[in-house]
């Protein structure tokens, strides 16, 4: 209960940063558009070249052209999202630490340590990619790949923090937040089921009110006060995405 206790603090904390610097909320909002963009640039050729039915085409046995734009693929969002991430972390340490960041703050902290976010995002794409291909061996393997995915989401919690606030490399970060867990275990897993509660109850309670008002909606025949409604709660979901 004490580590629970813990978890909600944390989310208190984390929002009165947020409510003094509302701008941080930029770094996700631009991580989501850049994600969704590269999701539709890699789209087609992924559709050619059959990844999204299996039908990849092989080399010497091996799905050569799927590989490639699979590892294409995860590596740039993972590029994408550890350095709206770092750039967050770097803006946060700064209120934490007393300072005023600024957004150009964040993304200037993340640029600095560009490289070791490149490095870490190739790790995570080797990793992202062989998990992948395991799921592919049917059942036993998407449990596997699953378990083997949990772990290492749990592992390496804390590797974009660590990188940015101790200045180390990708592997070193790697490790360091392995170490960390070893340390922090409880807290970690309790500070990401309590957080993930509160906000998955809030998921839960706006989609629940969101359907029962689309529903009356719905009962007036308005299309487009129908399509408004849906909009409108589509937006809050997101936002609370976001938060």
Known sequence: MG?????????KASWAVLQTDKELIVFPVVSMVAVITVMATFA????????FDGGVALIGGFPV???????????????????????????????????????????????KHFTSIVGYALIAATV?????NIARRGFIGRIVA???????NIATFLAVPVLVVEGVGPIEAVKR???????TWG?????NLGIGLIFGLLLFGMIIIGVVVTILVASIQSTALLIFTACVFL??????ALL
Do not use: H
């Open 187 to 191: 807290e970690q897993i309790a500070g």
């Open 3 to 11: 580590k629970l206790e813990r978890s909600w603090e944390l989310v």
């Open 235 to 240: 937006l809050l979901i997101v936002l609370i």
């Open 128 to 132: 992202g990619l062989i998990l992948r």
């Open 65 to 111: 052209v799927g590989l490639l734009l699979g590892f294409g693929f995860y590596t740039v969002q993972y590029t994408i999202i550890f350095y709206c991430n770092s750039a967050l972390v770097g803006a946060a340490m700064i209120r934490l630490k007393g300072g005023d960041p600024s957004i150009g703050d964040g993304f200037r902290i993340a640029n």
């Open 44 to 51: 087609v050729p992924m559709f050619l070249a059959g990844m």
């Open 146 to 152: 699953s378990l083997f995915g949990l772990g290492w």
């Open 177 to 183: 937040s392995s170490q960390l867990l070893k340390k």
